[in-house]
């Protein structure tokens, strides 16, 4: 009975040391397991698409024509023809400045090129009467009718009348030169608009003194519209010459525009992986400005 009793007791002790070791090595494998779970999780979750996929570009709308118009010469603003906010044509008159002595000085070497014009008629009307004079001298000294020195003369003062006829037509050219010089400095008092456009601001008032580069008018185009752009270079299989993309205005949502790639640019920068590219507002421009600020969108689909 002892013996039964302490085999007993043993096993007893034995099982439950058994049981007490399994449950210990089922609780540490579940422990493990657990972890690489923890750790796999985030990798199980599908990630979204890259932002970059859906791409929105923004930057400001430019005109190619805007810039500002300056003095070609010094001189006194006479009249102002346009002001800030006027449309104007392509050589509109902008504004005028004091021409007064111009046109005079213009007028007096007009008179003198007219003078000049006739002196030149006058030389050559003369000219030819000696060279008939000379043409007939040398016939009759052919003929041993006069001497050598009356044939000689007759020759040399056509030959020099000749000299005479060339100096004023130079003097012509000369004078035609001036004049036309002075027409150039007197258009240079009229202020033009280069292009047909709007008068973004004025600088000047009558009565101003101005010096020749002093900024008088900022004029621009209103359209076409543009937009450049720089694209990484993954975008270059995605545009296109002629492709149509949409162009809104953050300041106006409700707003949306057409716009054409009309510019690609052919190589990519090495230094930077990008590309340029310009785009074109196609259609009325409704509520759109040079200089407001655009987004161009460029979906996902390649």
Request: glycine share 6%; hydrophobic share 40%; charged share 25%.
């Amino acid at each position: 009975m002892h013996k039964c009793g302490f085999t007993d007791g043993a096993l007893i002790i034995m099982m439950a040391t058994l049981s007490l070791g399994m449950a210990c090595s089922s609780n540490s494998t579940e422990t493990v397991a657990a972890a690489p779970a923890a750790a796999v999780a985030p990798v199980a979750t599908e990630p979204s698409r890259p932002v970059s996929d859906n791409l929105t570009i923004s930057g400001p709308l430019i005109v190619e024509h805007q810039l500002d118009v300056l003095a070609q010469r010094e001189g006194l603003v006479a009249k102002l023809f346009s002001d800030t906010g006027k449309r104007v044509p392509t050589g509109g008159l902008l504004a005028q400045l004091d021409d007064r002595q111009l046109a005079a000085d213009l007028e007096a070497a007009r008179a003198k090129t007219r003078s000049t014009d006739a002196d030149l008629k006058n030389w050559k009307a003369e000219a030819r009467v000696l060279e008939a004079d000379a043409s007939r001298a040398q016939k009759m000294w052919d003929a041993q009718l006069i001497t050598r020195e009356q044939w000689e003369h007759a020759k040399f003062k056509a030959e020099a009348d000749q000299w005479d006829v060339q100096r004023v037509e130079q003097m012509l050219i000369n004078s035609r030169e001036a004049e036309h010089s002075l027409e150039l400095e007197l258009e240079k008092t009229r202020i033009r608009a280069p292009f047909a456009g709007i008068v973004a601001r004025r600088y000047v008032r009558e009565g101003q003194q101005v010096a020749r580069g002093d900024r008088l008018f900022w004029v621009t185009a209103e359209a076409p519209l543009r937009m450049r752009f720089t694209l990484p270079e993954k975008f270059v299989g995605r545009i296109k010459l002629g492709q149509q993309l949409a162009l809104t205005l953050p300041d106006f949502p409700d707003e949306e525009h057409r716009a054409k790639v009309v510019e690609v640019s052919p190589v990519v920068d090495p230094t930077s992986g990008t590309f340029e590219g310009m785009v074109e507002v196609a259609g009325p421009s409704g509520r759109l400005r040079p200089g407001m600020s655009a987004v161009v969108h460029i979906d996902s689909h390649p």
